[in-house]
């Protein structure tokens, strides 16, 4: 099915710890995010990629890097890894930003930072 | 600090019941949109609104903007328990509100609304 796929589901990361969240799109979206989503704050942003080639900080960005691979494919990365982590990441993507279209999300990776 | 503000915060009913929850904030947006969430999964796209004043229906849902821009609602009408979820506002600020600037473009989401329909 056509969407927005997130790979892995669920990760435990010992606190120093480095890894990679991956996001691949086959919208031929031209604009990609990320959010972290934690009780009673909604989902708040951390980059966002607004074409191919260009990455942008979000609300919260510090502890994460990010690269837009290609089109398709939006990756983040957390090089030591925080107790202060430990959330559900969401990849999305849509048509193109600062307009009306809608977001399509992936399913989400829960991590854990113990 | 939220630029919207979702409530309630938690919302349980019986089936059948209305229901109706806010979206609010002092800044104005360009759009806004809803979205339901489920355990597990990602957010999923219901509604877009773009004018002050637009009302679009849903089926048994109904959504408003309001007319200066800075608020919405969500309406549901005899709620049967496959609405239970987690409801998300999120708008985009316009360029010339007080959070536009480098807000602009970028969808903010507000808290959640977290309902539970009971059979």
């Known amino acids: 099915n056509a969407g927005v796929t997130q790979t892995p589901k669920f990760q435990v990361l010992k606190t120093g710890q480095s890894m990679t969240l991956q996001c691949a799109q086959d919208m031929n979206h031209n604009s990609m995010y990320w959010y972290r989503q934690d009780p009673g704050m909604g989902l708040r942003l951390i980059y966002y990629?607004?074409?191919?080639?260009?990455?942008d900080k979000g609300e919260v960005p510090n502890g994460y890097n990010v690269s837009r691979l290609n089109k398709r494919e939006f990756s983040l990365r957390l090089e030591s890894a925080a107790p202060s982590q430990t959330s559900v990441y969401f990849c999305?993507?849509?048509?193109?930003?600062?307009?009306?279209?809608?977001?399509?999300f992936g399913s989400g990776t829960r991590l854990t930072v113990v | 600090t939220q630029l919207l503000e979702q409530s309630p915060q938690f919302l349980s009913i019986q089936e059948g019941e209305n229901l109706t929850v806010y979206c609010n904030s002092s800044s104005v947006f360009s759009s806004l949109q809803w979205y339901r969430q489920e355990p597990g999964e990602g957010p999923v796209l219901l509604v877009t609104v773009v004018t002050g004043g637009e009302v679009k229906k849903l089926k048994r849902l109904t959504f408003q903007f309001g007319d200066a821009r800075k608020d919405s609602s969500l309406h549901i009408t005899a709620a049967q328990p496959g609405d239970t979820g987690l409801y998300l506002c999120?708008?985009?600020?316009?360029?010339?509100?007080?959070?536009?600037?480098?807000?602009?473009?970028?969808?903010?989401f507000g808290q959640g609304t977290i309902l539970t329909v009971h059979p």
């Open positions: 990629s607004a074409s191919e080639g260009t990455t």
């Open positions: 999120a708008g985009r600020p316009h360029p010339f509100s007080n959070a536009g600037g480098t807000s602009y473009g970028k969808l903010t």
């Open positions: 999305a993507s849509s048509e193109v930003s600062g307009a009306n279209y809608g977001y399509t």
